[in-house]
């Protein structure tokens, strides 16, 4: 009997490792159920639904986002990686439910409590105890918050950062190139989802480096320029068009924004590691919750810790974390005292910060410092009770962090949280919607008021514009209220741009054919009627029918939808036309139609024929210098080589509905583009243009560059397994008699 439990002890022992990973990995499965149950919707918040129409056309991204508003330079072309590898996975037959599982929420579900482990493990070699703070890292208020708002991308980097952390202490323990090529890797495929929290990263990683690398900088330094190197060419593809391009104005309105929800931090609930909107239940959004007692046992046994003072040869370990926690505690605490305007100071000094509108992307630096401390507390706890009958004390705290740990997960698994966690329907409607616009093969702009649902449809060829979005900035100065700085309530500001005496010459040149009023779709959490008016008038929905039914340029339509209102602009215009005189919303201009084709949203081949004086080419799209008209043949490595590739840059109008128009000349094109056209006997010229976001040129290049690198690392590190296996068949030689002879199989 004795013999048969040795043999079961001794089995325990030997796949230790593998039972607390598999431990680990039931946890997030059991808490993060729906996000494994494929088929399911899911939908909440910032994440937002596509149709694998939309996801297919991702696969090639560009320079400039077509399929919003009136277009826009893409500020995210860092998330290459990733848009490719959705539209992939679209190509070949998932929807947006299985794709964005496989991409973002199981490998959040997992990685969040796995990374942790393998970090603490590596760093305490106690499988027991990085199990514990694993359950702890991955079950904090914040993290999970994250995830219930459908912040992805953030809660992705949340839970990769630990094991990131990992790999880079690898790097500098062993210090190869093959180490060093794996953390770049990594760490810029974290780029590639979330360069603001990877910005974030880097402070961590740059404290780690200081207490554990610093006094050997010359030992590191060759590897490190080459992995800046590395990291650099690799980001090519978005770095080149930020830097070159013309995006410095779209940065800016993102980055430029003002500091966010300042009385919804303090010391108190950062102390306590602790989200306001956490209820134990279903969050309260924006609301302010009482911090439960339970939440202050976490710092007092970190405080207990230190007090006792664990073994000074972790001190250098443990000091990191410490000061992790500090920085963590100064920073989400925001505008708290003490020290209430640092943050502000921050954000306008330190370069990169002012992409940060709160402290609330630094949560996981303090959940790292605790986690830290919390493990080498335990271990200290451990060596000092190693004694079967003191081990009881080390053990009932490891109960005491798991329990509190696992009650934060018990309305997940339970399924009373909602959000992110919770399955939603899509109606029918929007799916017949759907169907009768990838019906109409010609370009036109869905227009969704008061404001475009979670479920709407939309490609390059069928643009939706939110109307409370686009009234409150490209359309902001054509509103009567803003002239005579008045504040009406929302709904006649959203309602107002409808029913001007432009209105229907502004939504003709602006190519929008449809204007919708979306479902109140309260059961899945798609009711944004009550912020646009709803709060006031409970039938908001049916008021915003009435003021469309009194449009007389507008003509309600049927498609076969139940409760989706659908209205048509029958006299919308193409998206590239002609005028004889320059466009304007004022009065009606006569157009023509021209031939073009559309290559991707940065590229368009037009024909214009007869053309034998001076014309207006009008394109619908925002007004952006770095949009430009090739006569003749068109390369774009050409673009990067020739200066005056171009039609000049004052032949580039900005007309008054803030779109884009080209002043043609063909008197001018025939000096100066001799080989770009043929001429008529009517003396009138046929002529080839091409229409060009410049900065995709710059992607272009940068994607060479960045493919090639990701090719060269690839290649190195399937060279250092070969060799490593190769290494492994020498081990397979033994001497005998002095002899090297090989070991037979």
Not at 137 to 142: I, K, L, R
Not at 515 to 534: L, R, T
Request: glycine fraction near 4%; charge should be positive; proline fraction near 4%.
């Amino acid at each position: 009997m004795m013999n048969r439990l040795k043999n079961v002890y001794e089995k325990i022992k030997k796949y230790e490792n593998k039972i607390w990973l598999l431990l680990l990995l039931v946890i997030a499965v059991i808490s993060h159920w729906e996000w494994f149950h494929f088929g399911n919707v899911l939908s909440f918040e910032d994440t937002w639904f596509q149709s694998q129409e939309t996801l297919k056309e991702a696969f090639f991204t560009n320079t400039w986002v077509g399929n919003s508003e009136f277009g826009m330079p893409n500020i995210q072309l860092y998330k290459l990686l990733f848009f490719a590898l959705h539209s992939f996975l679209a190509k070949v037959g998932l929807q947006f439910t299985e794709v964005a599982r496989i991409t973002h929420f199981i490998p959040i579900a997992i990685v969040g409590f796995l990374a942790p482990f393998i970090l603490i493990k590596h760093l305490t070699k106690e499988k027991s105890i990085a199990f514990v703070v694993a359950i702890f890292y991955g079950s904090t208020t914040p993290f999970i918050m994250r995830q219930y708002l459908g912040h992805s991308s953030i809660a992705f980097i949340i839970a990769i950062a630990p094991f990131i952390l990992y790999i880079f202490s690898l790097a500098l323990e062993k210090n190869t190139m093959r180490q060093w090529i794996i953390f770049v890797l990594l760490y810029w495929t974290g780029t590639c989802y979330e360069p603001r929290i990877m910005y974030v990263v880097t402070i961590v990683l740059g404290l780690y480096f200081l207490f554990f690398g610093v006094t050997s900088f010359k030992k590191y330094f060759s590897k490190i320029f080459l992995s800046l190197i590395l990291f650099i060419c690799l980001s090519a593809f978005w770095i080149l068009p930020i830097i070159l391009g013309s995006f410095s104005e779209a940065i800016g309105d993102v980055a430029g924004r003002d500091l966010f929800g300042n009385a919804h931090y303090s010391i108190l609930k950062s102390l306590a590691l602790f989200h306001d909107n956490w209820t134990g239940v279903k969050p309260l959004v924006f609301s302010f919750q009482p911090i439960p007692w339970y939440f202050w046992l976490i710092p007092a046994l970190t405080v207990l810790f230190f007090i006792f003072r664990p073994n000074k040869k972790d001190k250098k370990i443990i000091s990191f974390f410490g000061v992790a926690l500090l920085i963590g505690l100064f920073l989400t605490k925001q505008a708290g005292p003490p020290l209430p305007d640092a943050f502000q100071w921050l954000r306008e000094n330190v370069p990169g910060f002012l992409a940060f509108r709160s402290g609330s992307k630094f949560w996981f630096v303090l959940s790292l410092g605790y986690m830290g401390l919390l493990s080498f507390g335990l271990l200290w706890l451990k060596k000092r009770w190693h004694e079967k009958s003191k081990r009881v004390i080390f053990i009932c705290v490891c109960v005491i962090i798991a329990t509190l740990s696992l009650w934060n997960l018990k309305p997940l698994i339970t399924g009373e949280f909602g959000g992110m966690f919770e399955k939603r329907v899509i109606s029918n409607d929007y799916l017949l919607l759907k169907n009768f616009l990838i019906q109409r093969r010609d370009f036109s702009r869905t227009f969704w008021t008061p404001a475009n649902s979670r479920w709407s449809f939309y490609l390059n060829e069928k643009p939706a514009i939110s109307n409370i979005a686009i009234s409150e900035a490209d359309w902001k100065n054509f509103s009567k209220y803003e002239q005579n700085n008045k504040k009406p309530p929302i709904q006649d500001r959203i309602t107002d741009i409808l029913s001007q005496s432009f209105s229907d010459q502004l939504f003709d040149v602006s190519s929008i054919k449809y204007i919708i009023v979306p479902i109140q779709d309260i059961a899945n959490d798609d009711d944004f009627f009550v912020s646009y008016g709803g709060e006031e008038n409970p039938k908001i929905r049916e008021w915003y029918i009435t003021q469309l039914d009194k449009i007389d340029w507008l003509k309600k339509i049927d498609i076969g939808t139940g409760e989706l209102v659908v209205y048509e602009n029958e006299n919308y215009r193409p998206h590239i036309y002609t005028t004889k005189e320059e466009e304007t919303i004022h009065w009606e201009v006569p157009f023509e139609k021209v031939d073009f084709v559309q290559k991707n949203p940065t590229e368009y081949k037009i024909s214009l024929k007869n053309l034998s004086k001076k014309t207006y080419l009008n394109f619908s799209e925002s007004f952006h210098p770095d949009w430009k008209l090739r006569a003749g043949e068109f390369g774009w490595f050409s673009v990067l080589i020739h200066k005056d590739y171009f039609l000049p840059d004052e032949f580039h109008i900005k007309n008054n509905a803030n779109l884009s128009t080209f002043k043609i000349d063909p008197e001018f094109i025939k000096k100066n583009y001799p080989n770009s056209y043929t001429e008529n006997p009517d003396g009138s010229i046929n002529v080839n243009l091409t229409l060009f976001f410049k900065p995709q040129s710059y992607f272009y290049l940068g994607l060479l560059i960045s493919s090639e690198t990701l090719l060269i690392c690839l290649l190195y590190l399937g060279y250092c397994f070969l060799f490593k296996i190769s290494q492994k068949e020498e081990e397979k030689l033994i001497k005998k008699d002095g002899t090297t002879i090989k070991k037979i199989q």
